[in-house]
């Protein structure tokens, strides 16, 4: 599937394929005029948050088999380190979470004794 090709928005939920119409006045775009929108600018159309956005990025790179093109983002650098930077917080914010819980018990236990 060549960035060209149009988009394969019957294989999108409805929530993204009617964010994606909408986005582009009706028309079905080709996957280069998808890949080639920011991520903070998807972000501004309604019905587009990050699992939205995560399907719609996942599916500009998919292949007609199912696989991915490495590499075949469309995004600058700057925006692929911007998302890494992103993702690397929330996973500490996980952590850090997952972390407090894990404690909270053993301080109990050394209130209640």
Do not use: Y
């Not at 019905?47 to 991915?68: F, H, K, V, W, Y």
Request: with cysteine.
């Amino acid at each position: 599937m060549g960035l060209d090709d149009p988009f394969p928005i019957e294989k999108c939920s409805g929530r993204v394929r009617g964010a994606i119409l909408t986005e582009f006045q009706g028309r079905c775009p080709t996957i280069r005029e998808v890949a080639s929108i920011s991520d903070a600018q998807w972000l501004t159309v309604p019905n587009i948050g990050p699992t939205t956005l995560e399907e719609l990025r996942s599916m500009a790179q998919s292949d007609p088999d199912g696989g991915s093109h490495p590499g075949a983002t469309g995004m600058p650098d700057g925006e692929l380190v911007s998302r890494l930077n992103r993702l690397q917080r929330e996973l500490n914010i996980i952590v850090g979470e997952i972390r407090s819980r894990l404690s909270a018990p053993s301080r109990r236990r050394r209130i209640e004794e």
